[in-house]
């Protein structure tokens, strides 16, 4: 028999009772019931019932073993009493009747108990990931990471994409967050960096006549942790394509990730319809360029009812240049109860409040409610509710300003009301491509011009748009929403050398300035680069959506802490002074 074990703890069944059998795992729960010890032990499989009584000859020793215990054990199988059976177990018609045991590892005191849904600070959690993750709920997190990548793996192959690996020490790149930079030993005074992703190595893989490549790749930013984002590392399905155009990125990573939803999002509603909104449609509608559609309200621009009218603070703002009046519709809100607590909302985000209008039954018809209804008078209020297709029963809510002094707050209180108005489907993955996005924004105090989004995206247009208003330039750029996060970014990459130095000379950046930063890859677009395209897909925040966790430090096996810490290996520490010479660095105290 082997060492250690015959059958792991997932797969005896009725058929292996009177076998001799050895099993290994960790004691998962001690009952005792009457003299009777009854363990449950545990491995990365399952769950086995072993049992022991005075009869035994290890029963002295059975007695003294504590949870998580690493215990070997041979022993018989047995049926359980029908009465007995746990069904909701594979292995629960059998239990294993112990005769010999060997201790593998004793545990300590345990600071978190792994059996149960007990809750924990997430410092405790972290400082002893390794316990945390012999729980059920992470255990079955880290498999559906596992097996999420396995099949994006397959299904890019199944598509004719080869898998490439690019450089983990490299050089400085421009992705919009902070490097974590490198020191060299043979160079004293330089660095490498981290690559915040494989961009422009994908990009040179292009150059060199590959076709199509694909890398499950690791990506390090610097960056401020938030729930859906690690402040360090994260991993990403990473793609890359010549000779397409936007649709053909789009027709590529849709039936992947269509299928992986499928495949892994627990019998979920997923949409095959994938519209295509603008950024700037995006941003009125749904106040945010990550849509969550399983909401079906959607904003609109009322500002001709209030132009003008006697709701003064709407009608003055109007006539500044650049404000507007927005909408959010809210089916069902129709009180003034919920008007109010919307309105408390508001305040809290910091703005002064939301005006708002319901309509109700009077008895003798409907009738509009509210401070603004009595402000602008019925024709005005009916017209919105037009506008709205609103009735009795709903209610409708106003901002009003430079769009983006209040669009982030007007997408939170759209997502607010759909919820609490029970309008968000819920067990249903719904996505969006958003496209169209601005390459260029102006600084509002000094009037320059810079980019908004990703540098290297070609125009749409190409060269003759880099002519005209650069505020009216958009490019080849794309982001996947789904469920309020976005999943994909990814962009047709302007591959001519004429127009990167045109793009970025409105930027205010010169031809020396271009080959120094990016020389690489601008001197490699000097040879026949081909047009090209592609995205990368975030493989931990699509494992958070299909676990159905709201915090994606639940689908990393060791995340940092919200300081960017890792506290189980005491992370980042100080370097030693050999280390520092060596290196020929010094470090300064840090600021007061």
Known sequence: MHAYRSHTCAELNASNVGETVRLSGWVHRIRDHGGVLFIDLRDHYGITQVLCDPDSPVFSEVEKVRSEWCIRIDGNVKARDESLINAKIPTGEVEVFIRDIEVLSRSDELPLIVFGDQEYPEETRLRYRYLDLRREAMQDNMKLRSDVVASMRRRMWD????????????????????????????????????????????????????????????????????ADRSPTDFYQLDLEMSFVEQQDVFDTIQPVLAGIFEEFGGGAK???????????????????????????????????????????????????????????????????????????????????????????????????????????????????????????????????????????????????????????E?????????????????????????????????????????NGDPLAVKGYQYDLACNGYELVSGAIRNHRPDIMLRAFEIAGYGEDEVKKRFGGLFTAFQYGAPPHGGCAAGIDRIVMLLADEANIREV??????????????DAPSEPTNEQLRELRLRVLPPED
């Open 270 to 424: 997923v949409d095959q319809d994938w519209p295509q909104i603008s950024y700037k449609d995006a941003a009125l509608w749904y106040g945010t360029d990550k849509p969550d559609l399983r909401n079906p309200i959607k904003m609109q621009v009322v500002s001709e009812h209030f132009r003008g009218s006697g709701f003064a603070i709407f009608a003055k703002l109007l006539e500044q240049e650049g404000t507007e009046i927005r909408a959010i519709p809210a089916p069902k809100g129709g009180s003034r109860k919920f008007c109010d607590r919307m309105n408390k909302f508001a305040q809290q985000e910091g703005l002064p409040g939301m005006g708002y209008i319901f309509w109700r039954d009077q008895g003798e018809g409907m009738e509009a409610a509210g401070p603004l209804a009595k402000n602008i008078g019925p024709e005005r209020t009916e017209a919105i509710r037009q506008q709205l297709g609103l009735g009795v029963g709903d209610a409708a809510f106003f901002l009003g300003g430079k769009p983006e002094a209040f669009q982030t707050v007007a997408g939170k209180a759209r997502t607010v009301i759909g919820d609490e108005l029970g309008l968000t």
């Open 426 to 466: 819920q067990n249903r993955f719904a996505f969006a491509w958003i496209v169209d996005f601005p390459i260029y924004e102006k600084d509002d105090e000094t009037g320059e011009i810079d980019f908004e989004h990703n540098p290297f995206s070609m125009p749409q247009g190409g060269l003759e748009a880099l």
């Open 159 to 226: 598509r004719g994409f080869r898998e490439y690996q690019t450089p983990i020490i490299t050089a400085s790149s421009p992705e919009g967050a902070r490097d974590f930079l490198v020191p060299s030993r043979l160079h004293p005074g330089k660095f490498y960096a981290l690559p915040q992703a494989p961009q422009l190595f994908k990009q040179l893989i292009m150059v060199s006549g590959y076709d199509k490549y694909f890398q499950i790749a690791p990506c390090f930013r610097d960056e401020d942790p938030r």
């Open 556 to 569: 990393i096996m060791f995340p940092m802490n919200q300081r960017a810490e890792d506290l189980m290996m």
